[in-house]
């Protein structure tokens, strides 16, 4: 192709309606649309003509070059990018991979109310207008001992919410070691600014005192910020500033006590690491003015942020117009709901989140052993095969920010092969119909079992089997 005319390489690029009367044009034009696989073609040969004007070369013909262009932009399109993964990441709430997975409660709620009128702001008893926020507020009320509550699309916008109505224009002081970053640049300072509010930064990284805080307070301050550390930990000599005694404080100043809890832990987890970490109501009974946290974190439900505390700040916040603008959908209220249903009958450790992180190592052990049994299985079908599959110790962590610095034990399989490495075996499992995301350990691949769910561990099978060359009838 190098040596050939580029003007004669343009015009044996196939014409458009060629290409789409194609047979296997057919498909996409009935899953996609006729003018929307027209536009893609379109996009395909214009790569083309850019690669042939500079003399980009290919063994392919034009036509070929065009056909494989055009096929592999339509099959990019036509499959949703937002797909379900098996998390073997050990990594029990995942950012990236949409962070709690829902209990089956949660799922059938949202399902019931997804293809359907709802009363998602209608009261059939008043035979009008209801409020959305009202169908969550009683439960988060009685699980937390709140006296009101408010809902909005997530914790960052919970603490946004709470600092504009309650501080604009005025001094909030918070220390300096609560000036936090939680994942793709979610700033406190920059929060803070945001709202209106003027921060006042007091003490220092590694150690505040209450005299720091007291000290800092003027004629226009209006809260006081705690903010939890989530995802670092400050080890050696440090000092930090309890909440019963900021609690006194703002009580003695009259000022309003706000403290954002990030991951929402409504009862006590079942693992040693976390018996110190506070529940939102033990934030309020220890005198905390407002709580923010979080929905998809440690209380396992959807994206959502919680704001919990005295009704009189609650009604302002309910009014604002920021308000509408973070309000959540009828299918995350439905949910949450069910969700916090769950916590009302006792019955969070069927929560997955819950259940993975209290899950015992006897259990994480025995999973381990059935999928690397199943996996060794398939190596064995294979003639000469060289992958070592084994099970290996593989402890996990909460994520989300939660006990940065906490290791779940537990235990994992471990595959290995002398002639591709762990980053080749990993990029396959991640290409599956189901992509499988892993982990990787000292150049061995680590299928973690505590955050696989029912029927991952098949999936995984499947992808094995497609990576050792196994086709499946």
């Known amino acids: 192709m190098a040596n050939t005319n580029t003007n004669e390489l343009l015009r044996s690029i196939p014409a458009m309606e060629e ?15 006729r003018e929307e696989v027209k536009r893609i073609i379109a996009e395909a040969i214009d790569d083309v003509r850019r690669d042939l004007r500079t003399g980009k070369s290919s063994k392919a013909s034009v036509s070929e070059l065009t056909l494989n262009r055009a096929m592999t932009l339509l099959n990019l399109r036509i499959s949703s990018t ?33 293809g359907s009128y709802n009363t998602l702001e209608y009261s059939p008893e008043k035979g009008g207008r209801g409020g959305r926020n009202a169908h969550v507020e009683w439960i988060i009320c009685h699980i937390t001992g709140a006296e009101a509550a408010l809902v909005v699309n997530n914790n960052a916008a919970a ?7 309650t501080a604009a224009g005025r001094e909030v002081i918070i220390s300096a070691g609560e000036l936090v970053e939680i994942g793709d640049s979610f700033r406190i300072p920059e929060i803070l600014t945001f709202s209106g509010a003027k921060m006042i930064i007091v003490g220092c990284t590694n150690a505040t005192r209450i005299g720091d805080y007291r000290n800092a307070i003027t004629e226009n301050t209006a809260a006081l910020l705690k903010v939890h550390p989530s995802n670092y930990q400050v ?26 809890l990030g991951s929402g832990l409504l009862f006590p987890l079942g693992v040693p690491f976390a018996k110190q970490e506070p529940s939102v109501r033990d934030c309020l009974e220890a005198g905390t ?20 505390g005295p009704r009189i700040f609650i009604d302002r916040m309910r009014s604002h117009q920021l308000t509408r603008a973070l309000r959540v959908d009828k299918m995350t209220l439905a949910a949450f709901e069910a969700t916090l249903r769950m916590y009302l009958a006792g019955r969070q450790q069927e929560i997955p989140v819950i259940r993975m992180i209290e899950m015992d190592e006897e259990t994480v052990l025995k999973k381990a052993r059935n999928l690397s049994r ?25 994520g989300g920010g939660a006990f940065p610095t906490n290791l779940l034990p537990g235990h994992g399989v471990g595959i290995r092969s002398p002639s591709r490495s762990a980053d080749n075996i990993a990029a396959a499992f991640r290409q599956a119909a189901t992509p499988v995301i892993p982990g990787i ?6 299928l973690h079992v505590r955050t696989l769910l029912e029927g991952d561990d098949k999936i995984i099978a499947s992808a094995f089997s497609e990576i050792l060359g196994i086709r499946e009838e």
Not at 84 to 97: E, M, Q, S
């Open 19 to 33: 290409l789409l009367n194609t047979p296997w044009a057919s498909e996409f034009i009935t899953n996609m649309g």
């Open 82 to 114: 937002l797909k379900p993964v098996v998390n073997a990441t050990g990594v029990v709430i995942h950012t990236n991979l949409g962070r709690a997975p829902l209990a089956e409660e949660a799922i059938k709620a949202v399902n019931d109310l997804a």
């Open 159 to 165: 603490v946004l919410l709470a600092l504009s109505v």
């Open 235 to 260: 080890a050696g000599f440090t000092a930090s500033t309890s909440r019963e005694e900021l609690a006194e404080l703002a009580s003695a100043k009259k000022l309003l006590f706000i403290e954002d």
């Open 289 to 308: 003015g407002i709580v923010t946290f979080s929905g998809d974190k440690l209380l396992g439900g959807p994206q959502i942020g919680v704001i919990a």
């Open 374 to 398: 199943r996996l060794r299985q398939i190596v064995k079908e294979v003639e000469n095969c060289d992958f070592e599959v084994e099970v290996v110790e593989a402890g996990g962590i909460i």
């Open 441 to 446: 350990r000292d150049g061995q691949l680590i």
